[in-house]
Structure formats: C-alpha cells, structure tokens
C-alpha cells in the first residue's frame, strides 16, 4: 500500500471536513499530486492538484474558494481542507500521487483505495 488516505464522512452542507493523504515510507518515493473525485454514475475529475514542483495549486472552478490544497513535505503528506460543502460535492475522493518506485525499478502512478464524501441537506 502506497497511500493512506482518511478524512471523508458524512457531513451537512455548510460544513467542513480535511482529507489527509499519506505516502507510505516503502521502496515508493512518489509525492502527491492532487486530489480527484467521482460521483456516482460520472467521471472522475480533478479537485485540486499540485503545479510547477509545488509552488502552485489549480482547483476545479466549482470548488475555488471553498477548498485549499495544501502538504507537509516533511511527512510526504497531503491535505484538502473543504470548507462549506455542498450537496454537489458527494463523491468519493482519490489522491494521486507520482515518482519513483525502488522496487519496480519504475516510475509509477498510484492511487488511493478512495474516502467517500457524503453532503445531506
């Protein structure tokens, strides 16, 4: 296992929740990239994603605003901090994370296994 990630639940809308991602000290060196989600019956899409080696932060125009990207490059950790969430935002959320697997011996892209998000009214 490569990511760890906690924080979903369930949640009024209006209210907050933080997502942590994890990367698991093992023979994978990766570093986070993003958060992405997926609705039941769509697409996954991009939340939040890291740019430019870290410096930057891109968000999906419908939760600018709302959520901060943030990470801890100590712990190789990440966060999304979801502020005033929305009905729209129940998903389930994957963090992605990319590098260096001493393993495989092999760039790798890894995902979570998934923290559901869930928003009543």
């Known amino acids: 296992v490569h990511l760890m990630e906690s924080g979903g639940g369930l949640v009024q809308a209006g209210g907050s929740l933080r997502l942590s991602c994890a990367v698991s000290k093992t023979t994978f060196s990766g570093k986070p990239t993003g958060w992405y989600r997926q609705a039941p019956g769509k697409q996954r899409e991009l939340v939040a994603a890291f740019r430019n080696g870290g410096r930057d932060t891109i968000y999906h125009d419908s939760v600018k605003g709302r959520f901060t990207l943030s990470g801890d490059s100590a712990e190789n950790t990440m966060y999304l901090q979801m502020n005033d969430l929305k009905l729209e935002d129940t998903a389930t959320y994957y963090c992605?994370?990319?590098?260096?697997?001493?393993?495989?011996?092999?760039?790798?892209?890894?995902w979570g296994q998934g923290t559901l998000v869930t928003v009543s009214s």
């Open positions: 992605n994370a990319a590098g260096y697997d001493a393993k495989s011996d092999r760039f790798l892209e890894v």
